[in-house]
C-alpha cells in the first residue's frame, strides 16, 4: 500500500508539481503524434483513436511504474563495442594509441528505435503533404482514410512504448516515491487527455501547424536518437526552441486571420 504520510513534508509537494510539469511537457510529444496520426482517419473515429492512444499511454506508465526494478535495470549495457588500445606514443608514428568505447543498454537501444521510427514516419508525412496530387485525388469525406484504423493504433504503441520509457526513467530520477510518481502521471494523462481534441481540432483547421508538428517530431525523433547513442541534450533547449517556432507560428496564423477580416470588410 501507498504511505501516504509522505505527504505531509512540503519538500514532497515540490517534487510532485515539478514531476507534474515535466511529464506534462514530456507528453506533448506523444500527444502531438497522436494528433497527427488521428487526423489522417475518417472523422467518426478520430475521437476513438485518441482516447485509445492515451488510454494506452497511461496503461503503459503504471505497467512501468510496478516494475521500477525492471525498468532501472534496463539501463545496464548489453551491447559493448570498446576497444582497448594502447595509450602510449608509438615511437615510429609519434602517435597517441587510445582507447574507445560504445555501450549500449536497452534503454539505449529503446531510445534508438523509437527516434529512428520517428524521423521514418515524420519524414513520410513530410513528403506526403509536399507531394503534388491530382485533382480528383484531393482528400474528401468519400475517400478511403490514408491509413487503417489497425495500423493508426499499431503505430501508437510503438511509440507510447518509446515515450513511457522515457517519461518513467524521468520520474525515476526525481524522486524515490511510488505514489508521487503514480499521481504526476496520472495528471500528466488526464491533462492530455483533456488537449487532446483542442489540439487535434486546432492541427486539422491550420495547415502550416501540421507542418511546424512534422518539424517538431524529427527534431524529437533525432534528440531520441543521439541519447541513445549517449549524447545528452538538455531537454531545456528543446522545448525552449518548440515554444519559441509555435509562438512565430500563432503571430501568423493572427496575421493571416487579422488580413482575412480585413478583406472580408471590404
Not at 492515451?54 to 505497467?63: D, E, K, Q, V
Not at 597517441?96 to 514516419?121: N, V
Not at 490514408?146 to 526525481?174: E, K, P, R
Not at 503571430?251 to 493571416?256: K, T
Amino acid at each position: 500500500m501507498f504511505d501516504l504520510s509522505i505527504f505531509a513534508d512540503p519538500s514532497i509537494w515540490a517534487a510532485l508539481l515539478t514531476l507534474i510539469v515535466m511529464e506534462v511537457v514530456l507528453g506533448i510529444d506523444n500527444l502531438i503524434f497522436i494528433s497527427i496520426l488521428s487526423n489522417k482517419l475518417p472523422v467518426e473515429h478520430r475521437q476513438k483513436v485518441r482516447r485509445i492512444g492515451i488510454g494506452l499511454a497511461l496503461a503503459m506508465r503504471l505497467a512501468l511504474l510496478s516494475m521500477i526494478a525492471w525498468i532501472v535495470g534496463l539501463t545496464a549495457t548489453v551491447i559493448d563495442l570498446g576497444f582497448a588500445g594502447s595509450s602510449a606514443i608509438d615511437p615510429v608514428t609519434r602517435q597517441l594509441h587510445h582507447s574507445w568505447e560504445m555501450a549500449f543498454s536497452w534503454r539505449d537501444l529503446i531510445l534508438i528505435g523509437g527516434g529512428l521510427f520517428l524521423l521514418w514516419k515524420a519524414t513520410k508525412e513530410i513528403h506526403h503533404s509536399l507531394d503534388p496530387r491530382p485533382a480528383e485525388t484531393v482528400l474528401d469525406k468519400h475517400r478511403p482514410a490514408a491509413i487503417g484504423f489497425g495500423a493508426a493504433i499499431l503505430q501508437i504503441i510503438a511509440l507510447d512504448i518509446v515515450f513511457s520509457f522515457d517519461s518513467i526513467l524521468t520520474a525515476v530520477g526525481m524522486t524515490d516515491h511510488l505514489p508521487v510518481m503514480v499521481i504526476a502521471v496520472v495528471v500528466a494523462v488526464g491533462v492530455m487527455l483533456l488537449a487532446a481534441d483542442p489540439l487535434a481540432n486546432f492541427i486539422g483547421r491550420n495547415p502550416t501547424v501540421v507542418m511546424l508538428a512534422l518539424g517538431f517530431l524529427l527534431m524529437i525523433g533525432m534528440v531520441l536518437v543521439a541519447e541513445g547513442f549517449g549524447a545528452h541534450v538538455p531537454k531545456g533547449y528543446i522545448y525552449t526552441a518548440m515554444a519559441f517556432s509555435a509562438g512565430v507560428e500563432g503571430l501568423n496564423i493572427w496575421s493571416r486571420r487579422a488580413t482575412d477580416r480585413k478583406r472580408g470588410g471590404e
